[in-house]
């Protein structure tokens, strides 16, 4: 970096915070694991510039001022058009969302059906289906998300969406190569320190950690840098596209990646359904169903395929600003949300 450049920077990051965001010092770290499975590999070293990152998840009441402010109509609140899913089975094509419903006993862990309902109705205000809502939820991260959705909320707040690198990052809050975002024990003491799943996944939920489903954010300790949520809770959409694998180390260590970015839209369609062509963005940490049994991705170099016209009730995001970007020359106006 130039003195210029390392003098520019010097100067926003003094400048006032923007509200509910943290300053994360750019740096370099060990992306990925070798140790779980196969899409975290391989692990590799890259550098990310500085950047604010939101303390918590943006949740229901955060997303409601964005509501009222642009008239947005999320994803899972529109009918789908037959002619974006030629193949689609007529009944099913009506506004709603999938919504984890847990079975009643064990069931074949390679078979999601088991245990996810596309609900109608189901959406970001009710969340479990027609008959819910987030009446005392404002604290809970907003779920039901497609990346549109997610998207559209990050221009109108002055922000975007985390690359999946800056993600990762600011989830170690300064721990590199740890296995979790507060060291290399799961539950360190028997102390739950992220909103995951205690028992047997999908049949039994013990909620040992007091939460059968989202919880309000803030509720487990920060990480290193002050980060709430990176871990459990709900998965967080990134910008990224997906792709199956990291790229191998840089051979010199003049060439680590610098602020790298995901694969092509193209590479990222699902090669197991190659009649479907709906391309994939990366999610990062988890969320309140990973469990020991099932999903062992609470854990920062954890990361998953997300078709972009999906909503889940276990997705939700969280926004960055960049130092680099035109948007944070004048930071002395707080963004909204």
Known sequence: MSSSQDQAHRLVSDLPAPQDMLFVERGSFRMGSDHHYPEEAPSHRVSVDSFWIDATPVTNGQFKKFIRDTGHVTFAEKKPKAEDYPNALPHLLFAGSLVFAPPRYPVDLRDWSQWWTLMRGANWRHPYGRKSDIHGLDNHPVVHVA???????????????????????????????????????????????????????????????????????????????????????????????????HTADARKACCIPENPRGGSEEASYDPNQPE?????????????????????????????AEPVDTSTSHVGFRCVIRTGNEKCQSLSVTPQG
């Not at 998207?151 to 590199?176: H, M, S, V």
């Not at 003491?189 to 992220?194: E, I, M, R, S, V």
């Not at 062509?277 to 954890?302: D, E, F, M, Q, T």
């Open 276 to 304: 479907i062509k709906i391309p994939r963005k990366v999610i990062k940490g988890g969320s309140h169903l990973c469990a020991p049994n099932y999903c062992r991705r609470y854990r920062p170099a954890a990361r998953h």
């Open 147 to 245: 990346y549109s959705d997610a998207l559209a909320y990050a221009q109108w707040a002055g922000k975007d969406l985390p690359t999946e690198a800056e993600w990762e990052f600011a989830a170690r809050g300064g721990i590199d190569s740890a296995e979790y975002a507060w060291g290399d024990e799961f539950t360190p003491d028997g102390k739950h320190l992220a909103n995951t799943w205690q028992g047997s996944f999908p049949h039994e939920n013990l909620a040992t950690d007091g939460y059968e489903r989202t919880s309000p954010v803030m509720s487990y300790p920060p990480n290193g840098y002050g980060i709430y949520d990176m871990i459990g809770n709900v998965w967080e959409w990134t910008s990224d596209w997906y792709t199956n694998q």
